[in-house]
């Protein structure tokens, strides 16, 4: 048996977990089966996320592959914050429990309530709710009475340093600067920002890029074109207001973020920076793993445990097969219209933000690992196969990893809108270290009504490098603190 | 095979390198699989690119460039002199990092090799096979130069080296060779050395020379922006029947500058982007033609794509090759019927693009 422990740092220091309380009545529960121990594997994490998709003792099947006639394993997954709070005796009961169904009912239904069927996770319904989030925001923060900036760690987006803006731009001006020496600067030119958020972030930016234009004599500020894109035309509006004083320089664009190249095609090559702040961690992630030498993708299942499940369905009077009719349409047509189309009910809006925000706290992953047959055939995101991962999964240790798909597909398309001197700059929750997934836990975690993930950065770096970029990580340096990192890829050689 | 009086088809060089064999040298520079099996691998890959060519269509073919890792360190790693250090990489597209310390020994220059390549190819065709190869001035950019106080001075050397290489070349068999220079257009001040270079290189060769500039193809981005007016009035001295150009991707106001500025010979006109996987249609090409024949006479257009096809899936390379044949073909027949007084002549017609 492997009992693989990740986050070694809880061993020591002040509050070291104690092992044995939370391992130990996994272990006896195991011994009390007739499994072959020597196939099973118990893997321990830490989640830092208060909310989260686990329970404190996940069972997971390790898919056997038939082409070598190799059966079906077991792991054993043990959230150490939510065991060590439960106790040893609550612990062992539920690694009975997990046991036991898996004995008897290995694949069948349980009481639990499955909104979906197997398959990877981003293809999960969790992203449902994660887009629905954001684009009901406002009902979100009404209903909770907190608005999502204030969430953040500091309390603001650190998309609007004005440090952080300054040093862009001073960046770019000694690039602009230099190409002009050579009769090389095009004459429009191009910024690009992904993620407008209320638009805070373009007003600090193009104020600053103003003063700091102006204050050198002027020259850019007049051909500069800076684009604001986002998914949501309601956001663009919201954004194109509070940079209205700029409107002669701003364009908004209606874009998905994980293929800005649909959108921008016409601006290949030519974009000097394009700016992403807080997005990539929000965008629909597979995990991907090696066991024993083997590459598995997880898929996962989205569900109600049968203790939320059954309280939904009585509260709202309708069967479990209504209950997940309900969220389905939820996921479709949004609270307000949900209220509408489901008055016999939901009294109002009110009460769909109740049961949007119960569904969304009571939700759970259950996971798997299917065998992946070769990586090529594994596509990471559009035009990127899954032999990318391939020095990632082969790095050491076996490894559990995101594969951050629509942080790649939106970061390997971007990097065709940037000219031959262009820069993109990201601000998010990166995975600097490959390593760093076999010690720390890095999501899902849910974030108010969104989905975190931290973004596979190393992965990032490979795929910028095989595109011609040199890809660098650095801490945010204009606030301490905090985990935002800045990703930064420029073209090299 | 004989080769068309107009419009010759022909590649640029490099041909799509699929993810396996990108691996495989990966593996090779990280010490994983040995010389003798990439070399057998290698094989292999350019037969199989001359037979794509071949089924292409296309008039002139290459040998893919299929045995170099990226357009510098083939070559620059052969030559006598040039320190490499350290010789692994992360990736075989990474460049390596190149030293020359002193001058290049250029007494009895040793063989680079090409004419083995060129050698291989040439015996696996029956249609004419140009052979492509980097040019000194690009070759030189790569270099940490501690050797020359001029840095022209290294170009030369290097070129020099070169030309001793198209002897052997020439002596192989081969009589058509192309000098790429993907640097240049990143250095426009710089033309007339890069073309002084040309000519030494070119120096005492009985061969069909062309001069390939573009403005990089370096994993499938330019590395440069511009207009090729910085290649004159230098390019007029270099020693080349064909200079070959990017046109497909960047459009073809550049074709007017070219011929504006009294460029009398051939021109080898890019009209595949090979920077875009999406394969041209047939009358998109068709019309790319018969814009450059109303500039151009027929018996001074070779056609050929933007670049080297080294980034492009291998299905879209061959669709692309495919697609540029085809559209080649109706304009040789468009200019014969013309010329047999059938046709209202294909360099009157409108473009539909461009």
């Not at chain 2, 064999?21 to 593996?27: F, I, M, P, V």
Request: include cysteine; glycine fraction near 8%.
């Amino acid at each position: 048996m492997l009992i693989d422990l990740r986050p070694t740092n809880r061993l020591r220091g002040k509050q070291p977990i104690d092992t044995r309380a939370v391992l130990g009545p996994v272990l006896d529960a195991l011994a009390g089966t007739d499994l072959d121990l020597g196939t099973v594997r118990v893997v321990c994490d830490w989640v830092q996320y208060r909310a989260n998709f686990r329970t404190p003792i996940d069972l997971r099947t390790i898919l056997g592959d038939e082409r070598h006639g190799s059966g079906d394993r077991l792991e054993i997954a043990l959230d150490l914050r939510q065991a060590a709070a439960i106790g040893p005796a609550q612990c062992r009961s539920l690694a009975d429990a997990v046991l036991a169904r898996h004995r008897d009912t290995p694949d069948a239904a349980t009481a639990d309530l499955y909104l979906e069927p197997w398959g990877p996770t981003s293809q999960s319904c969790l992203w449902g709710f994660n887009a629905l989030y954001w684009r009901a925001l406002e009902l979100w923060e009404k209903a909770t009475g907190r608005l999502y900036e204030q969430a953040l760690p500091g309390g603001e987006s650190d998309a609007r340093n004005v440090a952080a803006a300054r040093e862009m731009i001073t960046d770019l001006f000694a690039v602009w600067d230099a190409l002009a020496a050579r009769n090389a600067l095009p004459e429009e030119l191009y910024v690009v920002e992904l993620g407008v958020g209320n638009g805070h972030q373009a007003k600090v930016w193009l104020d600053e890029f103003r003063a700091l234009d102006h204050a050198r004599g002027g020259g850019y500020y007049h051909r500069l074109h800076y684009l604001l894109c986002d998914y949501s035309p309601h956001v663009l509006e919201m954004a194109r207001t509070t940079v209205n004083d700029h409107s002669g320089h701003v364009s908004a664009v209606v874009l998905d973020a994980t293929r800005p190249g649909v959108a921008l095609a016409f601006l290949n090559f030519k974009v000097f920076l394009v700016y992403v702040s807080n997005v990539y961690d929000n965008l629909p992630s597979d995990e991907v793993a090696r066991i024993g030498g083997s590459a598995y993708v997880v898929q996962s299942r989205a569900y109600l445990p049968a203790a939320t499940a059954a309280e939904l369905t009585g509260a709202l009077g309708v069967s479990a097969d209504g209950l997940a009719r309900l969220i389905a349409q939820l996921l479709k047509l949004g609270p307000e219209l949900m209220a509408e189309v489901a008055p016999d009910v939901f009294g109002g809006p009110d009460d769909v933000m109740h049961f949007w925000q119960a569904v969304w706290n009571g939700l759970r992953l259950a996971e798997r690992y299917a065998p992946l047959h070769g990586l090529d055939p594994y596509e990471v995101a559009p035009g990127v196969s899954g032999e990318a991962l391939r020095p990632l999964l082969e790095s050491g240790e076996d490894i559990r990893m995101h594969v951050s798909n629509g942080a790649v597909a939106s970061f390997a398309d971007t990097l065709r809108l940037l000219h031959p001197y262009g820069t993109l700059v990201a601000h998010d929750l990166f995975v600097t270290d490959v390593d760093a997934y076999r010690r720390l836990y890095r999501g899902p975690g849910k974030y108010e009504g969104s989905v975190v993930n931290w973004v596979n950065g190393p992965l990032l770096t490979a795929i910028g490098r095989r595109n011609g970029f040199d890809v660098t990580y650095q801490p945010f340096r204009h606030r301490s603190g905090t985990n935002i990192v800045t990703l930064t890829a420029r073209a090299r050689d | 095979m004989t080769t068309p009086a107009l419009l010759p088809t022909t590649v640029i060089g490099s041909y799509s390198v699929p993810d396996w064999l990108e691996r495989a040298r990966t593996d090779y520079h990280r010490g994983r699989i040995s010389s003798v099996q990439l070399g057998s691998i290698h094989d292999v890959c350019v037969k199989a690119a001359l037979k794509d060519q071949e089924l292409a269509g296309i008039d002139i073919v290459s040998d893919g460039e299929l045995r170099r890792d990226n357009d510098i360190d083939y070559v620059l790693a052969r030559l006598p002199g040039v320190r490499i250090a350290p010789t692994t990489k992360d990736s075989a597209y990474d460049y390596f990092d190149a030293y020359v310390d002193a001058a290049l020994p250029e007494d009895d220059p040793p063989e680079l090799g090409l004419a083995r390549d060129y050698a291989f190819a040439s015996a696996h065709t029956d249609r004419p096979a140009k052979f492509s190869f980097t040019g000194p001035f690009s070759l030189s950019r790569r270099i940490h130069n501690h050797g020359y106080r001029q840095p022209a001075d290294l170009v030369r050397a290097i070129a020099r080296l070169l030309n001793a290489e198209m002897h052997a070349l020439a002596a192989a068999g081969a009589t058509i060779l192309q000098i790429d220079e993907p640097f240049l257009a990143g250095y426009p001040d710089e033309a007339a050395l890069a073309v002084e270079a040309v000519n030494i290189v070119t120096a005492g060769v009985n061969a069909q020379w062309s001069l390939h500039v573009c403005y990089g193809n370096r994993y499938a981005r330019p590395s440069w922006e511009g207009h090729y007016d910085f290649l004159f009035p230098a390019v007029h001295k270099a020693e080349v029947d064909v200079l070959a150009l990017e046109f497909a991707r960047k459009g073809y106001d550049d074709l007017d500058l070219v011929t504006r500025a009294g460029w009398d010979r051939t021109i080898g006109l890019g009209v595949i982007d090979v920077k875009n996987t999406r394969v041209e249609p047939v009358d998109l090409i068709v019309a790319r033609l018969r814009r450059a024949l109303r500039l151009l006479p027929p018996e001074r257009i070779q056609v050929n794509p933007d670049c080297g096809l080294r980034h492009l899936p291998t299905p879209i390379a061959t669709a692309k090759l495919q697609v540029m044949v085809h559209a080649t073909r109706l304009v040789r027949d468009e200019i014969d019927a013309h010329a047999r007084g059938t046709d209202s002549g294909a360099a009157n017609q409108e473009d539909r693009s461009e």
